[in-house]
């Protein structure tokens, strides 16, 4: 069960929208910020507040790649390994990571912090290798610079 | 000449609103509000030559000229920022040093089409570029330039965000549409075109940040002076070249069109990394064919190089030298179509991993001659897909196989990646 202060302000989110559904992908990431990642039961709520059934949600949570319907570490490193990030050598840094993290790439560290995901362009090319650790874009990484960020964001919550 | 695009950035942080007015900043509007009509403003969009930059490169005011005029109920405008090709991240600088000239232009494109309601559709992972815009856009209504009673006037203009959570068919505009809608984001089927049904079933425009961002410097100071930053007769206006891969300086730069390809390289970009010699690149973005080095002088505008066999695109130039294999190249390209195929049609999402897994197998040594002829199959037949997404996957694999097959050869006669 959501609170009632969040419950309140997504029916508010809701209600200024020009049809409820167009508040979808903001309803879905609201509850996702607050359970850490889509659930079960968050579908279910989404699909209240949005008048949709719970497959409707289903349908679009699936569809993008930032709602995440299994569970996740408590912040998501999405490294790129499209093209620019490729001739920068991306494939040294992912396989750093994995070795750092001592996971795999869709595996959550044992420790529940970080969850590594390679993802496409993020439009940081121009600084390429890039990753976003929780929403925080890098750029120009280095073997170096990994550890100092990790290590960063290990710290600060 | 002064480029319009870049004119008023810092080096290292968004303008602010202050110093944009200062610079000329929203005359452009004051422009059209006091003295032009929507069709003038629409009419001196189409003069000025401007075209899409998204990619396409559709002339923008004929887009504009297809929204009917006398349907009744809303109309919309959208501005696609869902920027997610690889190598392209100009609408990322763009809005990160200047969120106001999208700002300014997008009004004035409501005030040409009509529109009362528009939005800007951001992907998610722009989250600085969507701050400086919600903050821009409550400066723009503080100071009278937006929402009700605009400078005075009886017009009223909303502008409103919309924030994906990430998907590159977003950038496709009908799905874009469906995306905004809050629908899963497959394409739609054309027609009805979103000009006469689109957002809601009403009149739709879906323009690039590139696009809008030029238009109050093409009010403020005419068409012909637009027309003629360009470099060539063939073009018009200035360009955003983003560049990446092999080269010194990897830049988002503000170019008049028709520089040649030499130029961005050379001049802009300090040249090629190490001393490393140039073997090709992508001029347009990942769904764009090979340029050679026999293209160092080719003149980057759109027609000159759809003549040469690729597309200007959306400017995301990407640069290999002579120690990247073009066939891995090409194979973390279809990596990418693939895994951003939307799943609706079968040739799309059961050809790309096909190909896909045919290319791994020629990169690891393990390719057939055959395979070349089935690889020169799928080019053919993926173009008829639902929507682009396909056909542009096959652009660098075409492009592979017309200018690189010896390459590709060598990889299945020597069992191994020659570069390796
Ligand atoms: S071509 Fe690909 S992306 Fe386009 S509709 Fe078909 S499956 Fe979807
Ligand atoms: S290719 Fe990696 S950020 Fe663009």
Not at chain 1, 119 to 129: F, I, N, Q, V
Not at chain 2, 292 to 299: C, F, Q
Request: net charge negative.
């Amino acid at each position: 069960m959501i609170p009632e202060t969040l419950k309140t302000s997504l029916e508010a989110r809701v209600a200024s929208a020009i049809t409820p559904r167009e508040a979808a992908v903001d309803v879905m990431k609201e509850l996702q910020t607050h359970y850490g990642w889509l659930t079960d039961e968050a579908v279910g709520e989404a699909a209240v507040l949005l008048g949709l059934s719970p497959l409707q949600v289903e349908e679009l949570a699936t569809f993008y790649e930032m709602i995440y319907r299994r569970p996740v570490g408590k912040k998501v490193i999405h490294v790129c390994d499209s093209i620019s990030c490729w001739c920068a050598d991306c494939d040294t840094i992912i396989q750093y990571l994995k070795d750092k993290l001592g996971v795999g790439l869709g595996g959550t560290t044992a420790d529940g912090v970080f969850t590594l995901i390679p993802c496409c362009c993020m439009g940081m090319c121009g600084d390429s290798p890039a990753m976003s650790v929780g929403g925080v874009p890098y750029g120009k990484l280095t073997p170096e610079l990994v550890d100092k960020i990790l290590e960063a964001e290990r710290n600060n919550g | 000449m002064e480029l319009p695009l870049f004119r008023h950035n810092r080096p290292d942080r968004v303008v602010t609103f202050d110093e944009y007015r200062e610079e000329g900043g929203f005359e452009a509007l004051k422009k059209a509000f006091s003295g032009m009509s929507p069709d003038d403003v629409q009419q001196t969009v189409m003069d000025s030559g401007l075209r899409g930059r998204g990619g396409a490169g559709f002339a923008t005011g004929r887009k504009w000229s297809f929204v009917p005029r006398d349907l009744p109920g809303p109309r919309w405008l959208i501005c696609n920022c869902d920027e997610m090709e690889p190598g392209t991240y100009k609408d990322r600088v763009l809005l990160e040093h200047n969120p106001y000239s999208l700002i300014e232009g997008m009004t004035l494109a409501c005030y040409a089409l009509g529109v009362r309601h528009a939005f800007i559709f951001i992907r998610k992972g722009y989250e600085q570029a969507a701050a400086n815009l919600a903050r821009g856009i409550e400066e723009a209504k503080k100071a009278g330039l937006l929402g009700e009673h605009i400078l005075g006037s009886e017009h009223a203009i909303e502008l409103d965000l919309h924030l994906s959570a990430g998907r590159y068919i977003c950038g496709e505009e009908t799905a874009l549409i469906n995306a905004l809608e809050g629908k899963r984001p497959n394409p739609r089927s054309k027609p009805p075109f979103p000009a006469v049904k689109g957002l809601w079933q009403g009149p739709t425009v879906v323009n690039n940040v590139e696009t809008l961002a030029n238009v109050p410097a093409i009010i403020a100071n005419g068409a012909a002076w637009f027309k003629g930053l360009a470099l060539n007769p063939e073009g018009a206006g200035s360009k955003l070249f983003c560049v990446s891969g092999s080269v010194k300086n990897r830049a988002c730069v503000e170019l008049p069109i028709g520089t040649t390809l030499g130029d961005i390289i050379d001049g802009a970009c300090g040249g090629m990394r190490d001393g490393k010699k140039f073997k090709a690149c992508i001029p347009g973005g990942a769904s764009t064919q090979f340029l050679k080095p026999e293209h160092w002088t080719l003149p980057m505008d759109y027609d000159t190089v759809a003549k040469a066999g690729s597309r200007l695109g959306s400017g995301g130039v990407i640069v290999f030298d002579e120690g990247h294999c073009l066939v891995e190249a090409t194979l973390n390209l279809i990596n990418f179509f693939a895994r951003e195929s939307c799943g609706w049609c079968t040739p799309c999402r059961e050809g790309l991993p096909y190909v896909k897994e045919i290319l791994t197998r020629i990169e690891n040594g393990r390719g057939e001659e055959d395979d070349i002829t089935i690889l020169r199959e799928h080019v053919k037949y993926l173009n008829y897909t639902f929507c682009a997404l396909a056909p542009g996957a096959m652009a660098p694999l075409d492009g592979l196989l017309r200018d690189f097959e010896d390459e590709v050869r060598e990889h299945i006669v020597k069992k191994r990646c020659p570069l390796k």
